[in-house]
């Protein structure tokens, strides 16, 4: 298995521009989410996922978009990039599981750097 | 409101000797408590949980957390550091009481083992 994977690895953008970052695993997880890590704030979650056609936001959504159309693949959307999104961003999946002890597992990361 | 709190930014320790990672949190329900290491550029590694049972976990390359009720606390040990156990350590908890597989992330603390 590969695991979760990301791409691109890292990725430098202009004020204003859109991209998606990718997200994949195949491990048949129900439970995907995005992640954004900054300095000194550990992982903050975006968006998250229980199922195929099933999104919700976490802490930190605005700016960002997700869609889940199979269970495999889980993008993440910059609408229009600002600076405040340079960040680390690390996707994670896992089994739904019960009462929320599923251990996630986590991407490489992306590292995004908006200028 | 679910929370974490790691209240070290930095631990050093000399090789040999035991380490602490502290972390306390506060829940409304079950507490649903996981340690995660990053390695440099790399994403987060399960390291073990706490999910309901012993008081003593056990996980991966020999550390150990003890779960604390009364002090509300899940601190990550291991009796003997190796420099290879250099690495960022975040404490994460359940942030919904375990409805969902959502986590809330500490802020995370480097771990500094010399030689």
């Known amino acids: 298995n590969a695991g979760v994977t990301q791409t691109p690895k890292f990725q430098v953008l202009k004020t204003g521009q859109s991209m998606t970052l990718q997200c994949a695993q195949d491990?048949?997880?129900?439970?995907m989410s995005w992640y954004r890590q900054d300095p000194g704030m550990g992982l903050r979650l975006i968006h998250y996922s229980v199922g195929a056609g099933i999104t919700d936001q976490g802490e930190v959504p605005n700016g960002y978009n997700v869609s889940r159309s199979t269970t495999e693949d889980f993008p993440l959307r910059l609408l229009s990039a600002a600076p405040s999104q340079t960040s680390v961003y690390f996707c994670?999946?896992?089994?739904?599981?019960?009462?929320?002890?599923?251990?996630?597992?986590f991407g490489p990361g992306t590292r995004l750097t908006v200028l | 409101a679910q929370s974490v709190a790691q209240p070290e930014d930095q631990v050093n320790v000399a090789e040999g000797n035991p380490l602490t990672v502290k972390c306390t949190y506060s829940v409304s329900g079950n507490p649903y408590l996981f340690w995660y290491v990053q390695y440099p550029n790399r994403g987060l590694q399960f390291l073990l949980k706490?999910?309901?049972?012993?008081?003593l976990v056990k996980g991966s390359y020999g550390f150990e957390a003890e779960f604390n009720k009364s002090q509300t606390s899940f601190h990550l040990k291991k009796p003997s550091a190796l420099v290879s156990d250099s690495a960022l350590y975040f404490c994460a908890v359940s942030s919904d009481g375990g409805a969902t597989n959502k986590l809330i992330f500490g802020t995370g603390t480097l771990l500094a083992v010399q030689p």
């Open positions: 994670a999946s896992s089994y739904s599981g019960t009462s929320g002890s599923s251990t996630q597992y």
């Open positions: 706490y999910i309901t049972g012993d008081n």
């Open positions: 491990m048949n997880h129900e439970y």
